[in-house]
């Protein structure tokens, strides 16, 4: 497993336990919520990034 990859899972690990903790709240936030979809979002496009770049060089 490359570091670029155990970076990504890492993070991934990251947003998934803040989502579950949020997810105890009574109310959680909505930016909150939002907040999370769109660090989901941004790793899911650098992960893509990256799969794209290295299908290129190799």
């Known amino acids: 497993?490359?570091?670029?990859?155990?970076?990504?899972?890492?993070?991934?690990?990251?947003?998934s336990n803040t989502y579950r903790l949020i997810q105890l709240e009574e109310s959680p936030s909505e930016a909150v919520m939002a907040q999370l979809k769109e660090a989901e979002h941004s790793l899911n496009c650098a992960k893509s990034y990256v799969l794209t770049?290295?299908?290129t060089i190799i």
């Open 1 to 15: 497993m490359s570091l670029v990859s155990i970076d990504f899972d890492k993070i991934s690990r990251a947003i």
């Open 53 to 55: 770049r290295e299908k």
